[in-house]
């Protein structure tokens, strides 16, 4: 995993490097704005480290410079205390998360493996989605039940993803309305049904164990057992 740390105050530049090199990632520093926009766009990173206030270009326009550009590289914004308005700027910006300064070396490790995990760059385990005998590949984008592939349509999948990612929870219609076909009114929640039920045939018909699990007067559960 390669980062790039843009930083000017040099102490603080070289904690990072060295704390975040100890963990295994590959650091790179760049001790102002521009330095930092010629090596983002020149080299490939797995994260970015970028300090607001910085000499030339400024964090947050370096951000800006680094979505411009297409990338969609996870941006950590550093920024320092009681400077909260420059947070929204930076997020507004295309930053992903920010930590303030001086901030705890564990909490930026943890920051960073969730922003590195979120964009899927943290190892395979966290492409995979399983309940059972069910798993889910989303780097691939294969299903399989009991070993043997299901092929879903477009919709059924984002539905199959939603329900595996909230496994054990229930799931009301509007809230599968929202998450999966991106509407927030109330517009004929049977479609949910409809497609639940399409999965249902795809995924559960076939097997003793049912998955899909209906909640009377609630929603939809995905599980092992019986509700
Ligand atoms: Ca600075």
Redesign the pocket.
Known sequence: MKILVV???AH?AALIRRGLTESGYEVSVAPDGNTGREMALLHDYDLFML????PGMNGIELCREIRKAGLKTPVLM?T?LGTTENVILGLDNGADDYLVKPFKFAELEARIRALLRRAGADGAKAEMLAIADLEMDLAARIIKRGGREITLTVTEYRLLECLLKNKGRVLSRMELLEKVWGVDFNLATNVVDVYVNYLRRKVDKDFDAKLIHTVTGMGYVLKEGAV
């Open positions: 930083e000017d105050e603080v300090d607001v206030m910085l550093l320092a």
